[in-house]
C-alpha cells in the first residue's frame, strides 16, 4: 500500500511521524517514582535514588567541582523540553540539569542500589531524598 504512495505523501508521512515521537519523547518526565528505603522518591532512569540540596536556590545549583563528583547532577540535554512541575536549569559549567518543582535533581554515588537512599540527611542535614 505504502508503495502506491508517491515520495511527496511518503515524506510527509515520514516527517509527520518524527513529529510525533519527538513531542512524545520531549513531553517525558526525566525521572520516574519509586519505593526507596525512605519510602517513594523521584529515581533516575537506572532507579538510584535522587536528592535535592538545601544550599541551592530555586533555579540555580550550588554543587558544582568536586560535590558535583560525589552528587552527579541529573542532566538534561540541550534544549530539553519540561513537562509540568520540571525545568532545566544551567550549570555553571553552561551544561544543563533537571529540576523538579525548581529543585535541581542529583543522584549520590555511595547509593550502590537501586532503593538505597543514603545520601539523605547529609551535610548536616542539607541533603533530602527527592519527593514526588
Known amino acids: ?3 502506491s504512495l508517491g515520495r511527496p505523501a511518503l515524506a510527509a508521512i515520514v516527517i509527520s511521524l518524527a513529529s510525533m515521537s519527538g513531542a512524545l519523547a520531549q513531553s517525558a518526565a526525566p525521572a520516574k517514582t519509586a519505593m526507596t528505603s525512605k519510602g517513594k522518591a523521584l529515581v533516575n532512569a537506572k532507579g538510584m535514588t ?3 540540596f538545601d ?3 530555586t533555579g540555580k545549583s550550588a554543587c558544582n567541582g568536586q560535590c558535583a563528583t560525589n552528587w ?3 542532566m538534561a540535554a540541550a534544549g530539553a523540553k519540561a513537562p509540568a512541575n ?3 536549569v544551567k550549570r555553571d559549567d553552561g551544561s544543563e540539569q533537571w ?3 525548581g529543585k ?3 543522584a549520590w554515588s555511595k547509593d550502590s542500589k537501586s532503593g538505597d537512599a543514603t545520601g539523605d540527611g547529609l551535610l548536616q ?3 533530602h531524598v527527592a519527593k514526588p
Open 1 to 3: 500500500m505504502l508503495t
Open 50 to 52: 535522587l536528592y535535592t
Open 55 to 57: 544550599k541551592d536556590t
Open 72 to 74: 552527579p547532577p541529573l
Open 86 to 88: 520540571w525545568s532545566v
Open 99 to 101: 529540576a523538579y518543582k
Open 104 to 106: 535541581p535533581l542529583y
Open 125 to 127: 542535614g542539607a541533603w
